[in-house]
């Protein structure tokens, strides 16, 4: 075999491992994303949300009923399949 051909299976080769471990170490990442974690209301960070979200409580009780009315909506239509 010739000295370029060895130096190309090298190079792929070992592409091949970095892009194996990259896809690996992404996957364990993404992983983390689906964790919920629990935040002390009396902390600093819970009272930093209450005070960012608490304004728009009406707002996401009208949200969370209008997203009820469309799952009834989309389970009806579902049964009618």
């Excluded at 009806?76 to 399949?81: F, G, K, V, Y």
Aim: proline letters at 1%; charged letters at 25%; glycine letters at 8%.
């Amino acid at each position: 075999m010739s000295n370029f051909a060895h130096r190309r299976r090298d190079l792929l080769r070992s592409a091949g491992v970095w892009v194996g471990a990259a896809a690996v170490f992404a996957g364990t990442r993404s992983a983390g994303a689906w964790q919920i974690e629990e935040i002390a209301p009396e902390s600093s960070l819970g009272l930093a949300y209450a005070r960012r979200c608490g304004s728009a409580a009406s707002d996401h009780a009208a949200l969370v009923a209008q997203l009820k009315g469309q799952l009834a909506l989309d389970r009806r239509r579902a049964r009618w399949r």
